[in-house]
């Protein structure tokens, strides 16, 4: 493209550093991370910096470097108050949407505030992105948003929106799509095999489904159910699933690879369904995924699916925006603001008990080929109309 063409269509960016979530552990929080960079590549960044305040490793960089197609280098921020100064940024992206409410601790989000404080100071952007808010983290989080005067912020779902305005007085939050949607889709070998076996499947007519576990989903089934083991309640969606769903081909996914002692990984619920499915429905056709399946895969292989019931927010953007219907439990305010914003879905996909999960798994199974019509009409209509781009780089004059 000549230079002249280029300068028009693209104009000079600033230098640009993200803030990067937490922890890595969230393939979701890597599919935001690869979403934005994707985005600053299309409007003409060259290079973007990757800021880690509470790490001391490159924890991130194996769930960038193989996607990115933009260069970028990262720092760690001991002096986090003269960084900006320090590495010539201008515009600065915070990206991790648990850490805007203070839920991973007051000191992860205060230590962004301050940074996005000093980058104001200097005549830079500070911009939140995709972030959702609960309104029940720390008062002083919620005091210093309140105190943060020429940010910018950007939450995914209007639930979020309206009480991050109501509670912090910032009145001019937008409502955009998640950062997840613009995250490149990948081919990897780890679901090479998967792929083969869902093209098997297909032949025999059988309906592919997908299948997440996470212990935040499981304790919001087991919610006015204290005596319920987690592996109980595992066991009883098996049970429905393969006895309303008996010609079904199970895929069992994990999206998260964090676990604590009192929280296991998604990877040991999968290994915990698919150990009981062996004892209780032998007859049932499943595979489990590898947890090293990374983000832009997981786009790749939930477009394959039928249907998709689970217990992530960006494993249903995953599915979602492939087309492919899907039922995520509703352990918190965000499900419901991003179903109900882009989807116009009911409350049948975002059940929030044992029996209204499995209204949902019959609601699945009875309309998800609808449902998918539905989705591929309305997506792009939806995806213009909350367009994070034209927020960003174009917004609308007033």
Same mark, same amino acid.
């Given at each position: 493209?000549?230079?002249?063409?280029?300068?028009?269509?693209?104009?000079?960016?600033?230098?640009?550093?993200?803030?990067?979530?937490?922890?890595?552990?969230?393939?979701?929080?890597?599919?935001?991370?690869?979403?934005?960079?994707?985005?600053?590549?299309?409007?003409?960044?060259?290079?973007?910096?990757?800021?880690?305040?509470?790490?001391?490793?490159?924890?991130?960089?194996?769930?960038?470097?193989?996607?990115?197609?933009?260069?970028?280098?990262?720092?760690?921020?001991?002096?986090?108050?003269?960084?900006?100064?320090?590495?010539?940024?201008?515009?600065?992206?915070?990206?991790?949407?648990?850490?805007?409410?203070?839920?991973?601790?007051?000191?992860?989000?205060?230590?962004?505030?301050?940074?996005?404080?000093?980058?104001?100071?200097?005549?830079?952007?500070?911009?939140?992105?995709?972030?959702?808010?609960?309104?029940?983290?720390?008062?002083?989080?919620?005091?210093?948003?309140? %105190?943060?005067?020429?940010?910018?912020?950007?939450?995914?779902?209007?639930?979020?929106?309206?009480?991050?305005?109501?509670?912090?007085?910032?009145?001019?939050?937008?409502?955009?799509?998640?950062?997840?949607?613009?995250?490149?889709?990948?081919?990897?070998?780890?679901?090479?095999?998967?792929?083969?076996?869902?093209?098997?499947?297909?032949?025999?007519?059988?309906?592919?489904?997908?299948?997440?576990?996470?212990?935040?989903?499981?304790?919001?089934?087991?919610?006015?159910?204290?005596?319920?083991?987690?592996?109980?309640?595992?066991?009883?969606?098996?049970?429905?699933?393969?006895?309303?769903?008996?010609?079904?081909?199970?895929?069992?996914?994990?999206?998260?690879?964090?676990?604590?002692?009192?929280?296991?990984?998604?990877?040991?619920?999968?290994?915990?369904?698919?150990?009981?499915?062996?004892?209780?429905?032998?007859?049932?056709?499943?595979?489990?995924?590898?947890?090293?399946?990374?983000?832009?895969?997981?786009?790749?292989?939930?477009?394959?699916?039928?249907?998709?019931?689970?217990?992530?927010?960006?494993?249903?953007?995953?599915?979602?925006?492939?087309?492919?219907?899907?039922?995520?439990?509703?352990? %918190?305010?965000?499900?419901?603001?991003?179903?109900?914003?882009?989807?116009?879905?009911?409350?049948?996909?975002?059940?929030?008990?044992?029996?209204?999960?499995?209204?949902?798994?019959?609601?699945?199974?009875? %309309?998800?080929?609808?449902?998918?019509?539905?989705?591929?009409?309305?997506?792009?209509?939806?995806?213009?109309?909350?367009?994070?781009?034209?927020?960003?780089?174009?917004?609308?004059?007033?």
């Amino acid at each position: 493209m000549p230079l002249l063409q280029r300068l028009i269509r693209h104009p000079f960016r600033p230098a640009a550093g993200i803030v990067l979530p937490s922890e890595p552990g969230s393939y979701g929080d890597q599919g935001m991370v690869l979403g934005l960079m994707a985005l600053l590549q299309r409007q003409g960044y060259e290079q973007v910096r990757l800021l880690q305040p509470d790490a001391t490793t490159n924890e991130f960089r194996p769930l960038i470097q193989p996607h990115s197609q933009i260069a970028f280098d990262e720092f760690f921020l001991d002096d986090h108050a003269n960084c900006v100064r320090e590495l010539g940024l201008q515009h600065l992206f915070f990206v991790g949407a648990d850490v805007v409410d203070g839920s991973y601790g007051a000191p992860m989000a205060l230590k962004r505030i301050e940074l996005a404080k000093r980058n104001l100071d200097m005549g830079g952007r500070s911009i939140f992105l995709s972030f959702s808010y609960s309104g029940q983290g720390p008062a002083a989080v919620e005091g210093a948003f309140s %105190n943060l005067s020429g940010a910018e912020f950007f939450a995914r779902d209007s639930v979020s929106c309206e009480r991050f305005a109501r509670q912090t007085g910032q009145s001019g939050a937008v409502v955009t799509h998640d950062l997840a949607f613009l995250c490149p889709k990948a081919k990897s070998d780890e679901i090479g095999d998967i792929l083969s076996a869902i093209l098997e499947a297909r032949r025999k007519k059988q309906t592919i489904i997908g299948m997440n576990f996470s212990t935040f989903a499981i304790d919001r089934l087991r919610k006015g159910l204290a005596e319920t083991d987690r592996e109980v309640l595992i066991a009883q969606v098996c049970d429905v699933v393969a006895h309303s769903i008996p010609n079904c081909f199970l895929v069992l996914i994990s999206s998260d690879i964090r676990s604590w002692e009192t929280h296991p990984s998604d990877q040991a619920l999968a290994q915990l369904a698919a150990g009981y499915l062996d004892e209780r429905h032998p007859g049932v056709p499943k595979v489990i995924c590898s947890d090293a399946i990374q983000y832009p895969a997981l786009i790749t292989l939930a477009e394959e699916l039928d249907f998709i019931i689970g217990g992530r927010m960006h494993l249903a953007i995953a599915a979602l925006r492939g087309g492919t219907p899907a039922a995520v439990v509703k352990y %918190n305010d965000k499900l419901t603001g991003f179903y109900w914003d882009f989807f116009g879905l009911g409350d049948e996909l975002a059940p929030s008990s044992m029996d209204e999960l499995k209204i949902s798994i019959a609601y699945l199974k009875d %309309n998800h080929t609808r449902l998918r019509e539905i989705l591929h009409e309305q997506l792009p209509r939806l995806l213009k109309e909350r367009s994070l781009e034209a927020a960003l780089f174009y917004p609308k004059r007033t």
